[in-house]
């Protein structure tokens, strides 16, 4: 059996026509895809292809980039086939960091960039938050592999204290180098990096990697509602978000929009009548 292919019928779904996009509402003005700002980044902890597929019949106008979190895609069977429906979406996919980190750490870079190529992958995640790898292999790594991909670079130990003068100068190194955003960690609990064990927001952080990089060149981590809330009113409706989990993209949409009791405050101002 041939494990490049595991859908039940081997084809994509039918195609579902799109519903019309009610306009009765003044909502908060959304970017449209492909967009730089307003980036919803997705982490997928291992969705067969039917669930993906599921996923971007329901979500997809609303995703633009999916992560396959941590070494999920080294176990998974039919990656190759999600590759494939990411692409035909317009949705950007790659593996989590941690991956590249191991095969960094073990000498395998070549495999893996091979591997890379099997799979038909052309976005790969460069991160440093898991095993020591220096800022300057770092930026040698993401050098070498935006030559052939889309290098999506993230800043941020899993561990340790957040200090904004380290994390904005790796940042502005990483886009020197040639990656084409860069991710500002938070991890898949919210609750280290950009954040305290809490999940409360450190906001000084924040205002430092937007005031060194810009809103339109990095993705915050935010996992929990009340983070996501907090950086839509503090940088607006299309701020970039990452590690959004995959049940949890049409609840973000409707915080964006002002949809939602924490962000009703987005809702454009009217006169009343």
């Not at 633009?64 to 086939?81: E, F, P, Q, R």
């Not at 949705?91 to 099997?118: F, K, M, S």
């Not at 800022?135 to 050098?143: G, P, S, Y």
């Not at 898949?188 to 205002?207: K, M």
Request: hydrophobic content about 45%; overall charge negative.
């Amino acid at each position: 059996m041939d494990d490049r292919t595991l859908r039940l019928d081997g084809v994509g779904p039918p195609h579902v026509p799109r519903r019309p996009v009610p306009t009765f509402l003044d909502l908060p003005e959304r970017t449209l895809k492909p967009r730089r700002a307003g980036i919803t980044h997705v982490i997928d902890r291992g969705l067969s292809p039917l669930a993906l597929e599921s996923l971007l019949v329901t979500a997809g106008e609303h995703i633009d980039m999916i992560k396959l979190g941590w070494g999920t895609a080294y176990v998974s069977g039919a990656v190759a086939d999600k590759v494939a429906i990411c692409r035909d979406a317009g949705i950007a996919i790659c593996p989590g960091g941690t991956l590249l980190e191991i095969a960094a750490h073990q000498g395998r870079i070549d495999g893996y960039v091979e591997w890379l190529r099997e799979l038909g992958m052309d976005c790969v995640e460069v991160s440093n938050g898991s095993l020591p790898l220096a800022r300057e292999r770092k930026a040698e790594l993401i050098a070498e592999l935006a030559r052939e991909f889309t290098v999506i670079a993230e800043v941020g130990s899993k561990t340790g204290e957040a200090v904004a003068g380290d994390w904005c100068a790796e940042m502005l190194s990483d886009l020197a180098a040639g990656a084409a955003l860069v991710i500002a960690e938070g991890r898949e609990s919210g609750t280290v990096g950009l954040f305290d064990e809490t999940g409360a927001v450190h906001g000084e952080l924040v205002d430092a990697i937007l005031h060194a990089v810009g809103q339109e060149t990095v993705i915050f981590e935010a996992p929990q509602r009340a983070q996501q809330a907090w950086l839509l009113r503090r940088v607006g409706p299309n701020v970039n978000l990452g590690n959004i989990g995959t049940d949890d993209v049409i609840a973000l949409e409707t915080l964006r929009r002002g949809l939602r009791f924490d962000t009703l405050d987005l809702l454009p101002q009217r006169a009343s009548t």
